[in-house]
T-cell receptor
Framework: GAGVSQSPSNKVTEKGKDVELRCDPISGHTALYWYRQSLGQGLEFLIY????????KSGLPSDRFSAERTGGSVSTLTIQRTQQEDSAVYLCASSKEGQLYGYTFGSGTRLTVV | DAKTTQPTSMDCAEGRAANLPCNHSTISGNEYVYWYRQIHSQGPQYIIH???NNETNEMASLIITEDRKSSTLILPHATLRDTAVYYC????????????FGGGTRVLVKP
């Protein structure tokens, strides 16, 4: 597609439930990044994918967070047993490898844990 | 990656040039200067980047000092739609080298 697509755009879930967030990167972009942004805060890196592998998972805040990417394209970020502090906007970005000015962000998924 | 320092906020008059400073005194020779902005409720948007030379594109100009320890992003004719948080980031351009966002400068363009 023309841009990075994320779904759902908004998600309200109850504390303790699992959620899945989806990212469709730009076709041909091999690098994919997940970030999150809590209300009024800066962007926090979560994980980086090169193709289907994740050489950098250093930003995942706990083992409740996991992500996968299949076919070098779509990525899913899963949060298990959600907590209220997980409430944030989760942003996905993709780029051609080595082209940081080709870093294109999606509009994000706003997750609210109640 | 080198740390950057930006003012927390600044106001700008519509139609005037907006000059956004960034200090990166510990930048190393192979680190680029990148600027992104984030308009409310949207993902960050790439603006411009440079290494040593000044750069200009359809959105902005980037002025980098000769010692590379600071830079200025110039929006030549600010509009209300330029109201956003502007992030200055310095980093080595390499595969998998993620962007690290600081606090940025909150720019408010006023009529």
């Amino acid at each position: 597609g023309a841009g990075v697509s994320q779904s759902p755009s908004n998600k309200v879930t109850e504390k303790g439930k699992d959620v899945e967030l989806r990212c469709d990167p730009i076709s041909g972009h091999t690098a994919l990044y997940w970030y999150r942004q809590s209300l009024g805060q800066g962007l926090e890196f979560l994980i980086y994918f090169q193709g289907n592998s994740a050489p950098d998972k250093s930003g995942l805040p706990s083992d409740r967070f996991s992500a996968e990417r299949t076919g070098g394209s779509v990525s899913t970020l899963t949060i298990q047993r959600t907590q209220q502090e997980d409430s944030a906007v989760y942003l996905c970005a993709s780029s051609k490898e080595g082209q940081l000015y080709g870093y294109t962000f999606g509009s994000g998924t706003r997750l609210t844990v109640v | 990656d080198a740390k950057t320092t930006q003012p927390t906020s600044m106001d700008c008059a519509e139609g005037r040039a907006a000059n956004l400073p960034c200090n990166h005194s510990t930048i190393s020779g192979n680190e680029y200067v990148y600027w992104y902005r984030q308009i409310h409720s949207q993902g960050p948007q790439y603006i411009i980047h440079g290494l040593k030379n000044n750069e200009t594109n359809e959105m902005a100009s980037l002025i980098i000092t000769e010692d590379r320890k600071s830079s200025t992003l110039i929006l030549p004719h600010a509009t209300l739609r330029d109201t956003a948080v502007y992030y200055c980031i310095v980093r080595v351009e390499a595969a998998g080298n993620k962007l690290t966002f600081g606090g940025g400068t909150r720019v408010l363009v006023k009529p």
